[in-house]
């Protein structure tokens, strides 16, 4: 049925026009190869559309339902051209982003003039913060920088990669003076943790060769990887941080990693979006934009 499209737009002209001759005048056709169109459709269809006398032209039962759902493709088809002509546009106009503490500070706003010198009519409103928003109340066009793990977001949404960055266990020299360097695996589940909120809890730590521990809660919680790593270099408590972000303490020797030899593990960040607005400039923009600037931290 796909190639009877056109004649289907020319259906609903001979309907709208009352005649086979002013139908051709508007498509800019001959009666006669208007005439022709129609007949094709009919043969297509299998059923009549049109009783035709001199004077007028009637629908008939099955022509005038198929008249109502010739309409709706034709207006379904006029929104798919208006969508592919915004496609084509240059990117303008609001987009709201949530981003992730970490993300958004170290690969969303040192970027920004670069990405305003790119796309100068986009209009960011950008909320840096580690709270999941609502999508379903869209309070948020765009979210940066969390796990794809987060049970509280909606199944529909895409999610593309971002980031993926090792992560490690370490602990000032302060909080080892005080509780001890753990020697084996064992040992800490006598020790004290510090984690940021917005991971999922993680009593059981896998270590190499499947070996499996039982850690305490944490003693303290933040919703910042700064204050998580702040708080780890006031000695107090073992963090798990990504090592990219505490690699300057541990060649300071302000924070000593642990057990690197047998437990490794990755953190991930994730765009998230609707896919009906994939192919909108201004989303467009935004996303490749953003995977450009990540490109580094994407390991294999």
């Known amino acids: 049925m796909v190639t009877a499209i056109p004649y289907m737009m020319t259906f609903i002209e001979v309907v709208e026009k009352q005649s086979f001759s002013r139908a051709a005048g508007k498509l800019d056709l001959s009666a006669a190869a208007v005439s022709i169109q129609m007949k094709k459709l009919e043969q297509e269809l299998g059923f009549s559309l049109l009783q035709r006398s001199t004077r007028t032209l009637k629908l008939t039962e099955q ?3 198929f008249y109502d759902h010739c309409k709706e493709l034709q207006a379904l088809l006029a929104v798919t051209e208006s969508f592919a002509d915004r496609v084509h546009q240059e990117p303008e106009g609001k987009l709201r982003v949530v981003s992730s503490i970490y993300t958004g500070h170290r690969y969303l706003i040192e970027h920004l003039s670069e990405f305003y010198k790119r796309y100068p009519k986009i209009q960011l409103d ?3 913060s ?6 379903s109340r869209q309070e948020v066009d765009i979210l940066v920088g969390f796990s794809n793990r987060y049970k509280e977001l909606p199944g529909d949404l ?3 990669r971002l980031l993926s960055v090792s992560a490690l266990f370490s602990a000032s020299p302060t909080y080892l003076k005080k509780f001890g360097t753990p020697k084996s695996i064992g040992d800490l589940k006598n020790h004290e943790f510090i984690y940021h909120k917005t991971r999922s809890p993680q009593q059981t730590l896998k270590f190499f060769a499947d070996i499996e521990t039982i850690i305490p809660p944490a003693k303290i919680t933040f919703n910042s990887v700064d204050a998580v ?4 270099l006031q000695g107090l408590g073992i963090i798990d941080c990504p090592e990219l972000i505490c690699r300057p303490y541990l060649k300071s020797g302000r924070l000593i990693p642990l ?5 490794s593990k990755k953190m991930e960040g994730y765009l998230f ?3 009906k607005n994939v192919m909108l400039p201004k989303f467009r923009a935004f996303i490749d934009f953003m995977i450009e600037k ?5 390991e294999n």
């Open 273 to 275: 979006y609707d896919k």
């Open 126 to 128: 950008v909320e840096i």
């Open 229 to 232: 790593i702040s708080a780890g």
């Open 294 to 298: 990540t490109k580094h931290l994407r």
């Open 63 to 65: 022509g005038a339902r």
């Open 158 to 160: 895409y999610c593309r």
């Open 259 to 263: 057990f690197v030899d047998i437990f």
């Open 130 to 135: 580690d709270r999941i928003p609502d999508f």
